[in-house]
């Protein structure tokens, strides 16, 4: 078929240095020859179908190992489509529908029922295509503070039906009580690989808002390029200035050393 594609897994880093209002980059990479040959432009709204369905933007890559049968997808959108690497699905070119109201509910905790989640919700969403039964996650400088970790989010609704695009418009509507199914479960959800940058930033870092503020002015300076750059400095310097606290326990290391050799020896 001219629109089934391989899948190719493709490291989607979020903007970590605007940490606290990341949506997901909902973005499906297609090489330059295949999106003229297909007749699509770079940001059309494209359906992909695998065991289900998602939607996705088009990104257009000139990388050599997207070749005519080839279509790279994040974690995410591979998660939402039911797909793993290697796998085929099929994509098409779809018109934009304005969602007028989106209904989601949280995985995994309780929310409370809270004006405040619509307003991030509308703020975080804006531009964002949704299918029901996709998985999807919200997060803010204030839902980090309130919540502890990003909200993942099942969508249960669409109106209209379909895929759908959220603007500033929609109308959000988030419901509290947790949806009977836990992040645990394989295969259906975005879990980010231990070594991404992503995760980084996901650590419980018990920080102040003044703390964020200054860490996040450095890298509006430019003088780092991201989050972990950042704190990775600041942690070598912390562990410079308190060198001394690092000598002592270097030295209670090496007795707990000696006194696990010595038992061996017993043996």
């Known amino acids: 078929m001219d629109n089934e594609f391989k899948v190719i897994a493709v490291d989607v880093k979020l903007d970590l240095a605007g940490r606290f209002q990341q949506t997901p980059r909902y973005g499906a990479q297609l090489g330059t020859e295949i999106i003229d040959k297909m007749g699509f432009v770079e940001g059309d709204l494209i359906e992909i179908k695998g ?79 949704f299918v029901e039964g996709n998985i999807t996650y919200l997060r803010s400088k204030v839902l980090k503070y309130l919540l502890g970790s990003m909200t993942w989010l099942r969508v249960i609704m669409t109106e209209p039906d379909g895929i759908v695009v959220a603007n500033y418009d929609t109308d959000f509507e988030i419901i509290p009580d947790p949806i009977n199914q836990t992040l645990d479960e394989p295969t259906f959800h975005y879990l980010p690989e231990s070594n991404s940058a992503d995760n980084f930033w996901e650590k419980n870092l018990l920080l102040n808002t003044t703390e964020w503020t200054k860490i996040n002015s450095l890298i509006e300076l430019g003088v780092f390029s991201d989050l972990p750059a950042a704190i990775s400095f600041l942690l070598r310097e912390g562990i410079k200035v308190r060198n001394d606290l690092f000598k002592e326990t270097v030295s209670v290391m090496d007795q707990i050393k000696q006194l696990k050799e010595n038992i061996k020896n017993l043996k």
């Not at 797909?83 to 007028?100: C, D, F, H, M, Y």
Request: charged share 25%; glycine share 6%; hydrophobic share 40%.
């Open 51 to 129: 065991k289900k369905t998602t939607a996705a933007r088009v990104v257009a890559t000139d990388k050599d190992d997207f070749n005519g049968d080839s279509i790279g997808l994040n974690d995410l959108i591979r998660s939402n489509a039911q797909v793993s690497p290697g796998n085929n699905v099929t994509i098409r070119k779809v018109e934009p529908i304005l969602a007028q109201q989106i209904v989601l509910a949280p995985i995994g905790k309780h929310l409370k029922k809270s004006e405040l989640l619509k307003i991030v919700a509308k703020k975080s969403f804006s531009d964002t295509p």
